[in-house]
């Protein structure tokens, strides 16, 4: 079975400045794919950003960027230039590649609070 | 706006019982899934359709729980009986057909407390 750990329950970061997200996994799959997910308060689940497991350049959506070590199976986000709207709870998510069903596996959430 | 949306938002209800959930997904994705997401925690697969099939179901949907989508367009979720500890956001997602990619589109979800 493949688990998901996100070991921060809270962080807080100043804006305009650099926060990184940690989360490791654990899957026997060698085929997957790994995402980041935003959910802002009292808003719906967003997808951040998508990595495929083969790819080894890490994935980048304009000021988020992941750090990909499949062999550590770590997977953390970098929030470059924080702004007031990434106040979110975020979650990291497992998928095997193999999945006829696109289920996903999430993590535990961290909350991340953007001060002014 | 033609997001995923689920009704009602929010469900206060005596424990024992029955509550039944809501989701319209977006019109043309024909997969649909349910989750629940307790305080604090990340969400946990429930149930997965494809149209009106559904395919797979966790060992964390007891018997108490069913989940219907008739015409492979809206789904329901229904609680018999609840218990305390069914107390959670309840969050449907649909994805479109073309593939697995794994970006599902969430609703607000729907919240029950039961007392």
């Known amino acids: 079975a493949q688990t998901v750990t996100q070991s921060q329950p809270e962080m807080s970061v100043q804006e305009a400045e650099t926060v990184t997200l940690s989360c490791t996994y654990d899957?026997?799959?060698?085929?997957?794919?790994l995402f980041w997910y935003k959910q802002p308060p009292s808003r719906q689940m967003i997808l951040v950003i998508r990595?495929?497991?083969?790819?080894?350049q890490n994935a980048t959506e304009n000021r988020f960027s992941v750090n990909f070590q499949k062999a550590a199976k770590s997977f953390s986000l970098k929030i470059s230039d924080s702004q007031l709207g990434d106040t979110a709870m975020y979650f990291c998510?497992?998928?095997?590649?193999?999945?006829?069903?696109?289920?996903?596996?999430f993590g535990q959430g961290t909350t991340l609070q953007v001060k002014p | 706006d033609t997001g995923v949306s689920q009704d009602p938002r929010h469900k206060i209800t005596k424990r024992g019982q029955n509550v039944t959930f809501r989701c319209d997904p977006i019109?043309?994705?024909?997969?649909l899934y349910w989750y629940r997401q307790t305080l604090g925690q990340g969400p946990e697969f429930l149930t997965y359709f494809q149209n009106e099939a559904q395919l797979e179901k966790s060992r964390l949907l007891s018997d108490r729980f069913s989940a219907e989508r008739p015409k492979g367009s809206f789904s329901t979720l229904e609680i018999q009986r609840t218990e305390q500890g069914d107390s959670a956001m309840y969050l449907c997602?649909?994805?479109?057909?073309?593939?697995?990619?794994?970006?599902?589109?969430f609703g607000e979800g729907s919240r029950l407390t039961v007392l």
């Open positions: 019109s043309e994705h024909n997969r």
């Open positions: 899957t026997s799959e060698n085929n997957y794919y």
């Open positions: 997602a649909s994805s479109p057909r073309q593939g697995a990619t794994g970006e599902l589109f």
């Open positions: 990595q495929e497991a083969y790819k080894q």
């Open positions: 998510a497992f998928m095997k590649q193999t999945s006829n069903t696109g289920k996903l596996i």
